[in-house]
């Protein structure tokens, strides 16, 4: 009997076991014979699946059987308790697995606090997303978290007790529900890779329970952080050196991969990953159906590595996904790996995440914006785009972090490119210390032993609208508009989920004003969360004003985004333009057809008939765009930063 057979039957025989314990418990907590059914459906489509995971995962621990069955307890009772109206969303979603493909899809995402303050207050905004045409909200994290510092929120102090600035947890239940009453689909973060220093686990472990003192990794002296550290990246150098934080209080140091408040978990033990699990279907049951999965690549350490991306992270995620799948069964996967390209790609599938941010097209749009050049960006894409069946990108030009150049070395290398200068480069332009440069950004966790930098700063500023405004001079300003609409107009038929950053729609520019704040001094992505300005807001529908351009700009590519067919789902193939400046592609979906291009520089360039004609054997072309006809008789001229959609016309009404 081979090794895998052995788990099967291993698999099922504890199911046998397993049922009926579970399925009395969850009688006896109330629930009725057809959301048992229901359950138990999906717990059987499952169970070999999550069971071959956590085997593999925790397989040798003594106690391995006991957690199995509290993680099974844990999953029916949520599931019991799941409100009806997600139970109408869990069959809808189930008949229709493929609802976030469609071109009709656009999400946002914003900082409560920034936006509206609260959540109650965040209902008033509702017909704003709506007008913007947003099915997706992100909102950034919510839970309690560290008064003053809390990196933003991804410190965690409860993952069951919304901020109290922010509201309660039925406020967030009811404005999940009339969200997904609008149809916009509610997102939330599961930082599951560390906790706050207040969170009880940690308070425990503070205060002598060795239970808790498990939950994280804690050492006596430096000989395992040092040992661990000959092979760590690391990722904020300007808050502390290495990866490690002693605790007066503890008599130990802690792994803190990020800010030193930020506790790493320690998921070789199982009780962490069933105690996750259900600290995230209490998540789910708030009304969440994206879950954003944050930092997924150093949920695993092994010492010698650099304990990132290792292959027990996936299985990690893959086994609480088969948990989502059975106790709340609507909720998908997005994952945050801002990492290289290959490994980004790893996180992506049905039983891992669903959707994934897509860190490469942001990071090399911002190189082409600076080059002029859609070299890198042309073969990069060209080789990394595909995803498999069931999966998409979420597109995005900005985030609440920095931007770092996760390209890989030997794109670079193929388009005669030397990676380490260029990234050098593309720190210095897009902080401004580079001549000529139009962008505004600051850099951030410069490393002085690594050189390593990466650029924050908000689209506008970066694109050039920042300081085009200071110099008032109405050219400058007219071009750094475009940069912005031709960002925009990419993500938005690229194909996936595109992803506006809340504030970029008006053409928000850099906040400096987080220096004078003491938690948020030391950190400069503060510059690109700024408030949101109502007087921006106002003037939105005057085109007489630069939000009032942006916005009418922006909300004019996305009704066209929602009316194009081609647009659905992720199929695109890089076309060579045969110019520099150019990027192009071909968006095709049940027989529609898009061409799209874009024009990367300040200056007008031209494509040559033959290469239309590739794309349209009618030799005519509609450009939705500036709804203008064109023919594949002549070359085509694109403005500076002009971007095209061309539907093809078979019928040639010329000659
Ligand atoms: C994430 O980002 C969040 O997006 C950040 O806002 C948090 O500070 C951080 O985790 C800790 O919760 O290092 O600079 O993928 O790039 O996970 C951002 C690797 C970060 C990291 C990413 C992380």
Request: negative net charge; contains cysteine.
């Amino acid at each position: 009997m081979g090794e895998s057979e052995r788990v099967r039957q291993q698999a099922a025989q504890s199911l046998v076991r397993l049922l009926p314990r579970i399925q009395a418990s969850f009688h006896s907590a109330g629930g009725t014979e057809m959301d048992w059914n229901a359950f138990e459906a999906r717990l059987r489509r499952e169970w070999e699946r999550l069971f071959g995971l956590l085997i593999q995962l925790y397989g040798q621990q003594y106690d391995f059987f006991y957690h199995l069955e509290q993680l099974l307890l844990a999953a029916a009772q949520s599931w019991q308790r799941r409100a009806p109206w997600l139970k109408q969303i869990d069959a809808a979603r189930e008949a229709d697995p493929e609802w976030f493909q469609s071109q009709a899809m656009v999400g946002g995402v914003l900082y409560v606090d920034l936006f509206s303050g609260t959540l109650a207050q965040l209902h008033d905004s509702i017909p704003y997303f709506k007008e913007l045409g947003l099915t997706y909200l992100h909102l950034m994290p919510l839970f309690d978290a560290p008064a003053g510092n809390s990196d933003g929120g991804y410190a965690v102090s409860n993952y069951r007790v919304v901020n109290q600035r922010l509201g309660t947890m039925d406020d967030l239940t009811a404005l999940a529900q009339a969200l997904q009453s609008e149809g916009i689909s509610l997102v939330l973060d599961f930082v599951f890779n560390h906790t706050s220093d207040e969170h009880p686990w940690a308070q425990r472990a503070i205060a002598g329970d060795p239970e808790y003192q498990e939950f994280y990794y804690l050492f006596p002296d430096r000989t395992m952080p040092d040992a661990y550290e000959r092979t760590l990246r690391e990722i904020f150098p300007t808050v502390r050196r290495g990866s490690f934080t002693w605790r007066d209080d503890l008599q130990r140091w802690v792994w803190t991969t990020f800010n030193s408040f930020q506790w790493d978990l320690n998921y070789a033990n199982p009780a962490v990953f069933r105690a996750m699990a259900e600290e995230m279907l209490f998540i789910a049951n708030a009304g969440v159906e994206i879950l954003r999965l944050d930092a997924v690549a150093f949920i695993w350490k092994r010492l010698g590595t650099s304990c990132e991306n290792l292959p027990e992270a996936h299985l990690l995620i893959q086994a609480f996904n088969a948990i989502a799948r059975i106790a709340a069964p609507a909720m998908l996967f997005k994952s945050e790996a801002i990492v290289h390209p290959d490994d980004v790609l790893k996180y992506i599938g049905v039983h891992e995440c669903q959707l994934s941010y897509n860190p490469l097209l942001m990071a090399l749009l911002w190189e082409a914006l600076a080059t002029r050049e859609v070299k890198l960006l042309a073969h990069s894409l060209s080789h990394r785009f595909r995803l498999p069946k069931g999966c998409a990108w979420v597109n995005y030009l900005r985030s609440h972090d920095d931007i770092g150049w996760t390209f890989d070395d030997a794109d670079a290398h193929y388009v005669w490119t030397d990676p380490f200068g260029h990234r050098q480069f593309l720190n210095a332009y897009y902080i401004g210390r580079f001549e000529g440069t139009f962008a505004r950004g600051l850099p951030f966790q410069e490393n002085p032993d690594t050189g390593d930098a990466r650029v924050s700063g908000t689209l506008s500023s970066l694109a050039g609208l920042e300081q085009a405004l200071q110099s008032g001079n109405e050219q400058l300003i007219d071009v750094a508009i475009r940069r912005i609409l031709l960002l925009h107009s990419i993500i938005l038929s690229i194909g996936g989920i595109p992803l506006v950053y809340m504030g970029d729609e008006l053409g928000t520019t850099n906040d400096y004003a987080f220096v004078a704040e003491p938690a948020k001094a030391d950190d400069s992505r503060w510059v690109h969360r700024p408030r949101l300005n109502q007087a921006t807001l106002a003037v939105r529908h005057d085109p007489s004003t630069v939000p009032g351009r942006i916005f009418n700009g922006l909300i004019r590519l996305i009704q066209l985004r929602k009316s194009q067919p081609a647009l659905y789902d992720g199929d695109m193939d890089v076309i060579p333009t045969g110019n520099a400046h150019v990027f192009g592609y071909v968006r095709l979906h049940a027989g529609r057809r898009l061409l799209i291009l874009a024009n990367f520089s300040e200056h007008p360039q031209q494509l040559d008939e033959n290469t239309l004609r590739m794309y349209g054997p009618g030799r005519h072309f509609t450009d939705l765009i500036s709804d203008m006809q064109l023919s594949a008789d002549h070359p085509l001229t694109l403005q500076p930063y002009q971007f095209a959609w061309l539907e093809a016309q078979l019928t040639s009404s010329g000659g």
